[in-house]
């Protein structure tokens, strides 16, 4: 997060074990766009945040998508699990190449 304070319209990509968290950063740290690999994350299920992002809270606190609703950039998110869905965001299920990546950075 220290990056993307002093980088202001810094852009997030993200993935593996830094790919949800990324998404809770982006709330609290303006960016113009974050690309995201959730790791077909299912953002439905309770046993998946106890497994993938325990913390305490989070649920109640809105997770994802209290963080998207705060996020002031696009965000795109990819390699979700079917289910995965959040208001705000473009999620799609296939996992962006790299080269889709850097042209979405465009």
Not at 85 to 96: F, I, N, P, S
């Amino acid at each position: 997060m220290q990056a993307l304070d002093e980088n202001p319209g810094a852009m997030i990509v993200a993935g593996g074990d830094f790919g949800l968290p990324a998404l809770l950063a982006a709330a609290v740290v303006p960016v113009a766009r974050a690309i995201v690999d959730v790791g077909r994350f299912d953002n439905g299920s309770d046993q998946a945040f106890v497994e993938r992002v325990y913390i305490p809270g989070l649920r109640r606190a809105g997770d994802f998508q209290t963080a998207i609703a705060m996020t002031r950039g696009r965000v795109e998110i990819h390699n979700a699990a079917d289910r995965f869905t959040l208001e705000g965001a473009r999620v799609q299920c296939d996992r962006l190449t790299p080269q889709q990546i850097a042209a979405l950075l465009r």
